[in-house]
């Protein structure tokens, strides 16, 4: 209770800039907050059974959620790398319908197999990434081949240059969201990753959206100093769907807000291996991620990424064997990185898109990668995250 009312105290006590407004002014506390220390004393866990402790001073109650557990049954969670829903445990908050969230359901070292999909095969053409427009159309780049060596090196010095890797922000999957258009086009859709979308509907299942169709996913790749701005998630054209976020990695902060930046937003951990569930109320609500935070021992990881991934998989699973190589480069990334993936539905099932002017489409394609966001300040360099300002 007293760090609680120390990290709130001193919040509240943050001199506002100014035409901050209370979201504003709650992400520039936690993006300069001290781990370790009372700053973080406000910031929900649900990985510690929140519940147990009742309502605190400043904070929504959490609250347990239900789930439909036998619309998932356990041969599907296995084949996605899940426990069985029944052993799940979700949470929601007073004040948040909709929102659901899901501390680590992943059974022990299946989370390799989705990190070394981000890393290693997600990149990879047809899909879209941030690289893009720094390579040549004419070479088949592979972001993971090429940073290889590099990630064998433990330190990013003047004779160690980044890998393209560690300059990965991110990567774009079926229905391409356009940066600056902040629109999804009929015309611009690869194949959305058939693994990927088995997972993302058995989750989406599990919490009540049965029918739940995977059409588009945007891959954040965090550093330690990256942050993602305030936003709302709104381009998708059917806000009746669940927008599905994943973790891996290093924790971050989770400001999520109300419909208005002048309501102040509430704090939460997002371990590796956790789920989060915006829908309903919560679809439209404004969020962000202020702060990614360093493991307590330096360049460690999470206790849960400290299995492998089982060499024993089951026949009709969807998780592919992770080599020894492939776990110590994802290893040697996420030592000092997340990487997040959220996943969502863009048109319902009866629903097209909407016709465009001629030409409008390749217009946007062309400045694919230039997004009016928010900045935010990376490697010394002005990066972009997410969509959806």
Known sequence: MGKMAAALGSAATLAAEPGEDAFRKLFRFYRQSRPGTADLGGVIDFS????????????????????????VSESDA?????????????????????????????????????????LKFYPQKPNVCNLDKHMARDKDQDVWEQSKALLRCKEVTKRRPRSLLEKLRWVTLGYHYNWDSKKY???????????????????????????FQAEAGILNYYRLDSTLGIHVDRSELDHSKPLLSFSFG??????????????????????????????????????AVPRVLPSAQEDSLPLCLEA???????????????????????????KTA?????????????????????????????????????DKITHGKRVRLDPDS
């Not at 009929?186 to 009540?208: I, K, M, N, R, W």
């Not at 109300?258 to 404004?286: K, Q």
Request: hydrophobic share 40%; with cysteine.
């Open 250 to 287: 290093q924790s971050a902060i989770f400001l999520l807000g109300g419909l208005r930046r002048d309501e102040a937003p509430t704090a939460m951990f997002m371990h590796s291996g956790d789920i989060m569930v915006m829908s309903g109320s919560s679809r439209l609500l404004n969020h």
């Open 185 to 211: 086009s009929a015309d611009h859709y690869t194949p959305f990753p058939s693994d990927l979308a088995f997972l993302s509907e058995q989750v989406a299942a599990a919490c009540g959206f049965q029918g």
């Open 78 to 118: 296995l084949r996605a790398g899940l426990q069985p829903v029944s052993t799940w445990r979700a949470y929601g908050l007073e004040g948040y319908p909709g929102f659901i969230f899901i501390p680590n359901p992943f059974l022990p070292g299946y989370q390799w197999h989705w990190v070394k999909q981000c």
């Open 308 to 334: 492998p991934l089982p060499a024993d998989l089951p026949r009709d699973t969807v998780v592919q064997p992770c080599s020894v190589e492939d776990r110590q480069l994802c290893a040697s990334y996420l």
């Open 48 to 71: 510690a059974a929140p519940t147990a402790r009742g309502a605190r001073p400043g904070v929504p109650q959490v609250v347990r959620s239900q789930l439909s557990v036998c619309s």
């Open 338 to 374: 997340r990487v997040n993936m959220t996943v969502r539905q863009v048109v319902a099932t009866d629903q097209d898109f909407p016709v465009e002017a001629p030409g409008e489409n390749e217009r946007d394609i062309a400045q694919e990668g230039i997004c009016h966001l928010e």
